[in-house]
């Protein structure tokens, strides 16, 4: 949250999931970022861009699912209008690639592995498709990454993502 408030985040987007509740309930009982709900992911896209182009300063948060099914949305919007947006994705199925250590490629076999998150397999090849770049904020450790994405997103004038993988115990 103090990575947000530096930052001059305004909003935060978001459907949460698990992984985000904390930081989503964090942010409620905060002056920090105002958090806006919204009821698809394809939704946060669409409503960042249009805060943004209000003047206002979003961060969309996310999990990998629903970054599959935001696709249109990030592209013909955020990706269109050139929208410096950092989104934090919650990324559901990590620990179960590292496990099944997956093929490059993904295919029906793969995908229809038991023991195979099938949206952790897609997530990264889909960001690489649709031109988004991408790191991992595993943790504390790696919040100077959250101020990277932030600068890179301006830079590039485009959405960027950072992809946090669930805590596995």
């Known amino acids: 949250m103090d990575v947000l408030r530096r930052e001059r985040v305004t909003h935060v987007v978001t459907l949460p999931d698990n992984a985000s509740a904390a930081l989503v309930s964090g942010l409620e009982s905060s002056a920090g970022p105002r958090v806006v709900w919204v009821t698809r992911e394809g939704e946060a ?4 861009s249009g805060l943004w ?10 999990q990998n699912t629903g970054l599959l099914e935001s696709g249109d949305a990030l592209r013909g919007t955020a990706m269109r209008m050139r929208v410096p947006l950092v989104c934090l ?11 099944a250590s997956p093929p490059a490629a993904a295919d029906g076999a793969l995908l229809g592995r038991p023991d195979v998150d099938s949206v952790a397999v897609l997530t990264e ?3 690489r498709a649709w031109g988004v770049p991408y790191t991992f ?6 919040l100077p990454r959250l101020a990277e994405a932030f600068a890179s997103a301006g830079r590039l004038e485009q959405p960027v993502a950072l992809l946090v993988p669930e805590a596995t115990t």
């Open 89 to 99: 994705v919650t990324y559901r199925g990590y620990a179960s690639l590292r496990v």
């Open 45 to 48: 896209f669409a409503l960042a």
């Open 125 to 127: 090849p889909t960001l």
């Open 137 to 142: 904020l595993h943790g504390d450790d790696d």
């Open 53 to 62: 182009a209000g003047g206002a300063a979003p961060v969309v948060l996310i």
